[in-house]
């Protein structure tokens, strides 16, 4: 199942679970269908077949749970409505299933992904407590969901109807549903302030102040290093938006401010000509690699907890307000021995600043 669901009944969710798992104790690969509430184009749709022999799963008074007869891709609004009239389900994308029957089902329908990922289990290497799959076997998997791998084409599939409030959230538009909302239909985050602005989603991340004067239907989102500002209609497409700014090589469309990383995270302040200033927290016992650049120096100052720094062949303690220097070409490491959060202020200067101009020399985490 995805992560970022909003179910608004967990005991019925549960109850569907367990009821679901009786079919696939049985060999089928059940889905949970949920009962349309509107001609929804951005949800694909499932086909009702037979029902499934009788103890397969329970009724939740919903209809009995059938055989899958079709998956339906995201319909225009008219084919939402016949699908509906026609008593179609909303696909909520979850599965349960024995280990035994998806992998002879995956054997069938999809050897590739699944030779792909065992030969990057057999070739994976552990440390600390990460287990990492072979990148270069995982990297030739064919990239398809489980949709497409199995579930359009396993004569296994089953569909328990249930009927509990659901949103998979896909979109702006969503989130605004759920939320809740003031008197003039407006989800607000953050510091935000309106005017003659009704129906719309305002989400203001960090300390900026987000205003809005006179729309409606809209989503404005602003975090510190962009701004989204989309029509609640076509709030789907920010996925064909990302996409262009990938096109485009615009980090903002998958690096965040705050990077995290297995020994803690990283966060941008400010970046120009030949500098960058990041603000840095390590984990105690967390222990950046062993490193060099090629085109910029750096200066740490602590600002909080103590710093154990190797520069070349000096490995030097380096307290709250104190600073270190590491000129150009210098091996470098640094660790947190202590018992609390180490936080200091990175000032990066030199000819390139960006995270592809570092050499790893040695990596507790096997990066």
Same mark, same amino acid.
């Not at 995956?106 to 990922?117: D, K, S, Y």
């Given at each position: 199942?995805?992560?970022?669901?909003?179910?608004?009944?967990?005991?019925?969710?549960?109850?569907?679970?367990?009821?679901?798992?009786?079919? #696939? +104790?049985?060999?089928?690969? $059940?889905?949970?269908?949920?009962?349309?509430?509107?001609?929804?184009?951005?949800?694909?749709?499932?086909?009702?077949?037979?029902?499934?022999?009788?103890?397969?799963?329970?009724?939740?008074?919903?209809?009995?749970?059938?055989?899958?007869?079709?998956?339906?891709?995201?319909?225009?609004?008219?084919?939402?409505?016949?699908?509906?009239? %026609?008593?179609? &389900?909303? !696909?909520?994308?979850?599965?349960?299933?024995?280990?035994?029957?998806?992998?002879?089902?995956?054997?069938?329908?999809?050897?590739?992904?699944?030779?792909? #990922?065992?030969?990057?289990?057999?070739?994976? #290497?552990?440390? &600390?407590?990460?287990? +990492?799959?072979?990148? %270069?076997?995982?990297?030739?998997?064919?990239?398809?969901?489980?949709?497409?791998? =199995?579930?359009?084409?396993?004569?296994?599939?089953?569909?328990?109807?249930?009927?509990?409030?659901?949103?998979?959230?896909?979109?702006?538009?969503? =989130?605004?549903?759920?939320?809740?909302?003031?008197?003039?239909?407006?989800?607000?985050?953050?510091?935000?302030?309106?005017?003659?602005?009704? !129906?719309?989603?305002? *989400?203001? #991340?960090?300390?900026?102040?987000?205003?809005?004067?006179?729309?409606?239907?809209?989503?404005?989102?602003?975090?510190?290093?962009?701004?989204?500002?989309?029509?609640?209609?076509?709030?789907?497409?920010?996925?064909?938006?990302?996409?262009?700014?990938?096109?485009?090589? *615009?980090?903002?469309?998958?690096? *965040?401010?705050?990077?995290?990383?297995?020994?803690?995270?990283?966060?941008?302040?400010?970046?120009? %000509?030949?500098?960058?200033?990041?603000?840095? $927290?390590?984990?105690?016992?967390?222990?950046?690699?062993?490193?060099?650049?090629?085109?910029?120096?750096?200066?740490?100052?602590?600002?909080?907890?103590?710093?154990?720094?190797? =520069?070349?062949?000096?490995?030097?303690?380096? *307290?709250?307000?104190?600073?270190?220097?590491?000129?150009?070409?210098?091996?470098?490491?640094?660790?947190?021995?202590?018992?609390?959060? &180490?936080?200091?202020?990175? =000032?990066?200067?030199?000819?390139?600043?960006?995270?592809?101009?570092?050499?790893?020399? %040695?990596?507790?985490?096997?990066?």
């Amino acid at each position: 199942m995805a992560a970022d669901h909003v179910i608004g009944d967990t005991q019925a969710f549960r109850a569907a679970v367990a009821a679901a798992a009786q079919g #696939a +104790r049985a060999g089928a690969i $059940m889905t949970l269908g949920i009962q349309p509430t509107r001609p929804a184009t951005d949800y694909g749709y499932i086909r009702r077949g037979s029902p499934l022999p009788e103890g397969g799963t329970q009724d939740l008074g919903q209809g009995p749970a059938c055989a899958v007869e079709r998956f339906v891709e995201k319909p225009d609004a008219a084919g939402a409505e016949r699908l509906i009239a %026609e008593g179609a &389900l909303w !696909n909520s994308g979850y599965f349960l299933f024995r280990a035994d029957v998806m992998l002879a089902e995956l054997e069938t329908f999809a050897p590739a992904v699944l030779a792909g #990922a065992r030969a990057a289990l057999a070739a994976a #290497a552990t440390d &600390l407590d990460f287990v +990492r799959l072979d990148a %270069e076997a995982f990297g030739q998997v064919p990239k398809i969901s489980i949709d497409y791998a =199995v579930m359009e084409r396993t004569g296994r599939a089953g569909v328990l109807p249930v009927a509990f409030p659901w949103s998979d959230v896909g979109t702006w538009d969503a =989130v605004w549903g759920v939320l809740e909302r003031d008197r003039d239909g407006n989800a607000l985050r953050g510091r935000v302030e309106l005017i003659g602005t009704r !129906n719309s989603l305002v *989400h203001s #991340a960090g300390e900026g102040l987000t205003t809005v004067v006179g729309l409606e239907d809209v989503v404005v989102v602003t975090t510190p290093d962009a701004v989204l500002v989309a029509s609640k209609a076509q709030a789907g497409r920010v996925k064909e938006l990302v996409g262009q700014l990938r096109a485009r090589a *615009h980090p903002e469309a998958d690096a *965040h401010l705050r990077m995290y990383r297995p020994w803690g995270w990283y966060q941008r302040i400010d970046i120009g %000509e030949r500098f960058q200033v990041k603000r840095i $927290m390590v984990t105690p016992g967390g222990r950046l690699s062993l490193q060099k650049h090629y085109h910029r120096a750096e200066h740490w100052v602590v600002v909080k907890g103590t710093a154990e720094v190797t =520069v070349d062949e000096r490995v030097v303690l380096v *307290h709250e307000n104190e600073a270190v220097y590491l000129p150009i070409g210098s091996m470098h490491r640094l660790t947190n021995p202590g018992k609390i959060p &180490l936080e200091l202020i990175e =000032v990066q200067v030199g000819s390139y600043t960006g995270e592809d101009d570092i050499i790893r020399v %040695e990596d507790i985490y096997g990066r």
